[in-house]
């Protein structure tokens, strides 16, 4: 029987979903299937509406093998899940001959937990477990949340917290969830026959394709036990996520609340001379909190070493305590027991990391406004430990032994992969050696018209932005643009500061034109209310500049304050980038220019979302036209007709505004 081949597979793909194929997207899978066919490694730079998700599904159906996507959004997860699978496995099984199990996993703490939610939650204040449906209040926001979980409980088929609608709080899911470490195990546990996490991972080990986040990835390739199914090819979607992701899973933090919560956790399971010492480490390393100064620690003060070392003694003595006392007094002490030692270990374990003090590690210390009283006085602040880098980790962890296929629509940086190969622990493209994967990048363009749908515009004439400095000529850009587009403005900050000095300055100055802002609003409620009305503005920062997708009129102008380089004093970033520096090579460029492209391309690609789109990016920063940095900046973003005539954008922007009213 002949094999089908990959255009007629892709071909019946796309029909199922009700799309239209395109060039970009049969390179792509030809590329995907080579690569697997291969056993080799591949980049892929995929623009939006190429419609990639079929692009590596369909390839990856075809070959047979276990797969194993991860994403690094909720919303791309639930579309593989709830739209692209299903109707793909449905269109490819008569060809196929078979029908592709799939299934989701993710961390244990998004499932609902049935032992917390029967038999209670162990608190810090006193001896075992209380029942906290009933100790918060029915009328209370918490109360109505936990009231909702205990009915959806018995409603849900997968426990898994994304499936709530609308959703609920953190402080009310932690009353019915677990961490990996606290969980009692299936086996031990009254409820492991019927665990929704269990459940979930049954599922993953009986289907051929996984869909997972880019957070469990990290735990599987950083912790020793694995947590996802051996599998024969992993796509990473979102890959420009990827490495701030795994940094994220590797960094350990250490606050006064953290270790006073597991003090109180374990001083009724140890005898007291062990719960004496952990006590008085806490203090002495509170007590330290309260004096240190923020910034990075390249060397860790003595006194703070041995109230570090103090803590990690004390908790190693507490863990070997912890399981030699009993107390019947206590109610389900065997949950009790595990979480005490949860936080115990966790507390532990970063004491332990910042105390051996790795060369690889950057340590560093921050203070926020403190919140709330008693215990919890000092929740601001925060020891922090990071790896300088995870390329080491993710080329020893990620590309052995499997296929590796990573998509986004930016991984090109300054015209070539080898800056986000770099990240990834890969060597130039094509170099082979003993410890070098080979790999090679492939860029499928965009269905987009890019120099004829926008327009890059940066505003030359500006003054240079300076740190926290007052830009009111930049305010004074930025309102002449808005009135030009008739609103339609989705404004881009380099901070949350930024954002709200230029929300405050403009509803005085422009009042007609409604300016939503980041945190007023759930982000979802933020992007729905700004596609609903094309007069809207909407400003915010980070997750603004990759998170919006709204096609149409309602996103005409995508402003940038200015290029978003790391802040000076991050420790991390500037670790990283003195020690490429060190190493002889450009850590501006390496570390800060990086940063500051990638960006860059994710917060342009929030203009053209689809073929009838037109508008302006307007970057509010001379420095992209004048610096020697701004050609590498530039040539990471869509190839948009580039000008810096500010008497052209504003007659584009007003052309623009009336088609779209015509329209409407």
């Known amino acids: 029987m002949t094999q089908p081949s990959l255009p007629e597979l892709l071909h019946a793909a796309v029909t199922a979903v009700g799309g239209t194929e395109r060039p970009g997207q049969v390179a792509m899978a030809e590329a995907v299937a080579e690569a697997i066919d291969d056993g080799a490694h591949l980049l892929v730079q995929a623009g939006t509406g190429t419609g990639k998700s079929l692009g ?41 001959r078979r029908r592709p199990e799939f299934a989701m996993l993710k961390g244990r703490s998004n499932y609902l937990c049935l032992h917390r939610l029967h038999e209670g939650v162990p608190q810090d204040e006193e001896e075992g477990l209380f029942d906290q449906f009933e100790a918060a209040a029915p009328t209370s926001k918490l109360g109505q949340d936990l009231l909702r979980l205990r009915d959806w409980s018995d409603e849900t088929e997968t426990g898994d917290r994304d499936d709530l609608t609308p959703g609920v709080s953190d402080r009310a899911w932690s009353q019915v969830s677990v961490s990996s470490r606290e969980c009692l195990g299936a086996t031990k546990c009254a409820y492991g026959a019927e665990c929704f996490a269990e459940a979930a991972r049954e599922r993953a080990k009986l289907a051929e394709v996984i869909v997972t986040n880019h957070a469990l990835l990290a735990i599987d390739a950083i912790e020793g036990a694995p947590v996802l199914p051996q599998h024969e090819v992993l796509i990473v979607d979102e890959a420009h996520e990827l490495v701030s992701r795994v940094t994220g ?122 919140r709330g009283g008693g215990a919890y006085r000092h929740s601001g602040a925060s020891l922090r430990v990071a790896p300088m880098s995870v390329s080491g980790l993710l080329r020893e962890k990620l590309f052995t032994d499997r296929s590796v296929v990573l998509t986004s629509a930016t991984l090109k940086l300054g ?14 493209e094509g170099a082979e050696g003993d410890d070098l994967p080979l790999w090679k990048g492939v860029d499928v363009g965009s269905p987009f018209d890019y120099p004829r749908q926008g327009i890059l515009y940066v505003a030359k004439h500006l003054a240079r932005p300076a740190r926290d400095g007052d830009r009111k000529d930049m305010l004074d850009e930025l309102t002449e643009l808005i009135q030009a587009a008739g609103g339609r403005t989705l404004g881009l900050f380099s901070s949350m500061r930024a954002a709200q000095l230029a929300a405050e300055d403009l509803r005085s100055r422009i009042p007609e034109y409604p300016i939503l802002l980041q945190g007023e609003e759930t982000l979802g409620e933020l992007i729905k209310n700004f596609a609903a009305d094309p007069r ?34 991050d420790p991390l970033m500037s670790a990283r980038q003195k020690a490429v520096e060190e190493a002889g090579g450009n850590g501006f460029m390496a570390v800060a220019a990086t940063h500051a492209a990638l ?24 420095r992209l036209a004048t610096a020697r940095y701004g050609s590498y900046l530039k040539a990471s973003m869509p190839d948009f007709w580039y000008t810096t005539d500010r008497n052209q954008v504003r007659k584009s922007l007003a052309a623009i505004d009336a088609a779209a009213k015509q329209a409407d």
């Open 599 to 622: 960006l860059m391309a994710q917060g342009a690609g929030r203009l053209v979302r689809a073929s009838g789109d037109r508008g302006v990016v307007a970057v509010l920063d001379p």
């Open 415 to 428: 015209g070539d992969f080898n800056g986000v190969g770099a990240s990834l622990g890969l060597g130039p």
């Open 56 to 96: 590596y599904l369909v390839p990856a159906l075809a070959h047979g093998e276990r797969v194993v996507v991860a994403t690094a959004t909720l919303a791309l997860q639930r579309q593989l899940v709830e739209r692209d699978l299903p109707r793909t496995v449905e269109a490819l099984r008569p060809i196929l």
């Open 536 to 569: 809207t503005c909407l400003f915010g920062t980070l997750s603004l500049w990759q998170g919006v997708d709204v096609p149409g009129p309602s996103c005409q102008l995508v402003v940038m304050d200015k290029i978003p380089f790391p802040r000076p004093d």
């Open 249 to 370: 899973v590797a960094t350990g933090e250490l606050t006064p609340g953290q270790v006073n919560r597991a003090v109180r956790r374990a001083a009724k399971l140890v005898n007291e001379k062990a719960a004496d010492q952990l006590q008085t480490a806490a203090e002495g390393f509170e007590r330290l909190m309260e004096l240190a100064l923020p910034g990075r620690l390249e060397e860790i003060p003595e006194d703070l070493g041995y109230a570090l070392m103090a803590l990690r003694d004390a908790c190693r003595t507490v863990i070997s305590a912890i399981g030699s006392t009993r107390d019947k007094s206590v109610q389900d002490e065997d949950a009790v027991r595990k979480q005490a030692l949860a936080s115990v270990e966790s507390v532990h374990d970063v004491a332990e990391r910042i105390t051996h003090g790795s060369e690889w590690d950057v340590v560093w210390y921050e203070r926020h406004e403190p």
